[in-house]
């Protein structure tokens, strides 16, 4: 299995273009199904879990060529319905194609996503909003069995803003006669992204990035071609590694009003961060000051995709940095390995508290899940000696050729 060899102790310097949103182009590539046309999608990030999607795609019929950062997908073939559960088991968020598939086929039959890294990935929401919009669902063998006879839109309320939830009742209320409105909906910039891809298709949609989105069913037969959001939690991955280790980074292709919260803190703790247009710069002086306390929260709020990767920074921050993590049961995984590293933080249930430390030591340590695994990387580069990370698979589902850019900041790591 492939490892990362960190030598860490050095400033990172330079720039780095921030690549489309992984989880703005696993919603469009479900959605690509829905106008059984030829759909063209720009500025696709080349990471682990687009293939996963690009082989769903093609295991239900559809064409799929992919040239550089630019993916076609003509679904006019799809002759299958259901996904396999090897497919299923590659990617939990697979569960997005659930609505697409229904929308397009009338039928879905999905294994039960498994649980991940990050704790049961309970799919409830997703289940009961389709039940509410007219689709028969059982469950056969670990497998959801969906029907849906006549589905008529309706009003949909969320007990919480789940984002696959949102993105999976916008898809299958296309295919509704009437309208969905989905209220207390998911307000992340990925979901008006994928508002703005099905519009384009001639969906009669709106709403998205509010709390209220409205979708009016009809024939989505457009072809259409988009060109993906840049991933902002590349860019927050990028800053903390900036704040953590020292230096003057800037990102390009940037979207600094997604990235708010993340600039939010790293200013209070000391940094300089400038914006000019898609252009984020940081310059950021060691020791990192003070972090002020960090609650993650659906977006606007402070992103938990983003909660391991500025904790990193905390561990050799000034003063002690409270950390909040609202959204997931078992997202504090990261932790046990970076205690390793030195660090000195202390959980308990959803609350970690983390003293920041001179300096971390390098160590062998272990990735645990996409995001955790970006954490050690900042850790290990701001680490005196050498660091070993294996199960580096997990960070190569989000992160393009990770090792790559930061050696061009002048990072010292290797893959091996
Ligand atoms: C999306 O996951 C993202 N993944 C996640 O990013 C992100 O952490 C999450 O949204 C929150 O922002 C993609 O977009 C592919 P949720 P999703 O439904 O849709 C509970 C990354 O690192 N819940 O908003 O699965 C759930 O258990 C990944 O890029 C239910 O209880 O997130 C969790 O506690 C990780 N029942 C919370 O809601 C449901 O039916 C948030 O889940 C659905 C969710």
């Not at 992204?193 to 009669?204: H, N, R, S």
Request: charge should be neutral; glycine fraction near 10%; include cysteine.
């Amino acid at each position: 299995m492939e490892k990362f060899i960190v030598q860490g102790g050095k400033r990172l310097e330079g720039a780095v273009h921030i690549n489309g949103a992984k989880n703005s182009v696993l919603p469009i590539l479900a959605a690509t199904l829905i106008n059984a046309g030829e759909n063209i999608l720009h500025n696709c990030p080349d990471l682990r879990d687009v293939d996963s999607a690009i082989k769903i795609l093609r295991y239900l019929g559809c064409r799929v060529e992919r040239s550089g950062k630019t993916i076609t997908v003509n679904s006019a073939g799809m002759d299958r319905w259901d996904i396999p559960h090897e497919l299923m088991r590659e990617m939990r968020s697979s569960v997005i194609f659930l609505g697409p598939i229904i929308a397009r086929c009338g039928r879905a039959r999905l294994s039960m996503p498994g649980g991940c890294e990050l704790g049961p990935r309970p799919i409830d929401l997703h289940l009961g909003a389709l039940s509410k919009l007219g689709v028969e669902i059982s469950e056969e063998r670990g497998e959801i069995v969906c029907r849906s006879g006549s589905m008529r839109g309706r009003d949909i309320i969320l007990s919480f803003p789940s984002v696959g939830a949102t993105e999976n009742i916008m898809l299958a209320a296309t295919a509704c006669s009437g309208v969905t409105r989905i209220i207390t909906a998911a307000r992340e910039p990925e979901i008006y992204d994928l508002q703005q891809f099905l519009i384009k298709t001639g969906a009669a949609i709106s709403g998205a990035g509010e709390s209220e989105i409205t979708v009016t069913g009809g024939k989505t037969r457009n072809d259409a071609s988009h060109s993906i959001m840049p991933d902002r939690i590349e860019a927050a991955t990028y800053l903390c590694a900036a704040a953590a280790c020292g230096g003057s980074i800037m990102l390009e292709d940037a979207e600094p009003e997604h990235v708010g919260t993340m600039i939010s803190s790293l200013a209070e703790a000391g940094c300089d961060i400038k914006i000019a247009g898609r252009r984020i710069t940081i310059d950021s002086e060691r020791p990192l000051g003070h972090i002020p306390p960090v609650r993650t929260m659906p977006f606007p709020g402070f992103p938990t995709d983003a909660q391991a990767q500025l904790m990193a920074a905390a561990c050799v921050a000034q003063g002690s940095t409270l950390f909040l993590e609202t959204i997931f049961e078992n997202r504090f995984r990261h932790v046990g390995e970076l205690v390793r590293m030195g660090a000195d933080i202390r959980v308990s249930g959803r609350a970690a508290v983390v003293s920041g430390v001179e300096r971390l030591h390098g160590a062998p340590v272990r990735c645990t899940d996409l995001r955790g695994g970006a954490a050690l990387i900042i850790a290990a580069l701001c680490a005196e000696g050498e660091s070993e990370i294996s199960d580096i698979y997990h960070v190569d589902r989000g992160y393009e050729h990770m090792e790559k850019t930061i050696a061009s900041l002048g990072g010292r790591i290797r893959r091996i």
